[in-house]
């Protein structure tokens, strides 16, 4: 099955940096590959996502980027805010197979006013 | 809000007793997802339902058992309850089958004495 590998697990970045958050994943057949954001006691939402045939994809402030030879993806904050404190999640899933979604450890980041 | 809604939110219950949580998704979504989130864990898939029938296992103990109804809303069924058990349950949908674009509900959070 797909197994999801997710760095750092805690990461702690000055408002105005940026920061990135990695993850690497196990079967090649995965295409589709979403990042949750998790606020405290608050349910994930979708914050991006990426398909297997596109190697980048920007939404203002939040990119991710996907190396399918590599079999990892990482997610990039810029310019953070303190409210981009929150735990992400990275997921990977064969888009439409009979498989589960298999999520990472998670990535808890605090943006430092 | 994500349209999709969970009862109760929270539930208090004792070793060896069996609970139902409901999942109602977002108006047009045919699958419903159930998640597992235990203390600083990160997101365990256990079950995907699409259009009332099972699409995807993931690592649901054999003491948990869901349905989708005629009407799309969603019951898992947790027995015999271990303390192990008490976690943040989620459920979450989508408009179709692939696993794509999930939109997660608030959870229930189940407390086992």
């Known amino acids: 099955g797909e197994n999801v590998e997710q760095h750092p697990s805690t990461l702690s970045v000055q408002e105005g940096d940026s920061a990135v958050i990695k993850c690497t994943y196990s079967?090649?057949?995965?295409?589709?590959f979403p990042w949750y954001k998790q606020e405290l006691g608050k349910r994930p939402q979708l914050i991006i996502d990426?398909?297997?045939?596109?190697g980048e994809k920007k939404d203002q402030r939040i990119a991710v980027t996907l190396n399918k030879t590599a079999k990892h993806f990482s997610l990039h904050i810029t310019e953070t805010q303190p409210e981009d404190s929150a735990v992400y999640f990275c997921?990977?899933?064969?888009?439409?197979?009979?498989?589960?979604?298999?999520f990472g450890t998670g990535t808890k980041l605090q943006v430092i006013p | 809000d994500s349209g999709v809604t969970q009862t109760p939110k929270h539930l208090i219950t004792a070793t060896g007793q069996r609970v139902t949580l409901r999942c109602s998704p977002r108006?047009?979504?045919?699958?419903v997802y159930w998640y597992q989130q235990s203390l600083d864990q990160g997101l365990q898939f256990l079950i995907q339902y699409y259009n009332g029938e099972e699409r995807a296992k993931g690592n649901i103990l054999e003491r948990f058992s869901a349905q989708q109804f005629p009407d799309l809303h969603s019951e898992l069924n947790l027995s015999s309850l271990e303390l192990g058990d008490s976690a943040l349950y989620f459920c979450?949908?989508?408009?179709?089958?692939?696993?794509?674009?999930?939109?997660f509900g608030p959870g229930t959070r189940l407390l086992v004495l």
């Open positions: 108006s047009g979504d045919l699958s």
């Open positions: 079967d090649s057949a995965s295409n589709y």
């Open positions: 997921a990977a899933l064969l888009s439409g197979g009979y498989q589960k979604v298999t």
């Open positions: 990426i398909r297997s045939n596109v």
């Open positions: 979450a949908s989508s408009e179709g089958p692939s696993g794509e674009t999930q939109y």
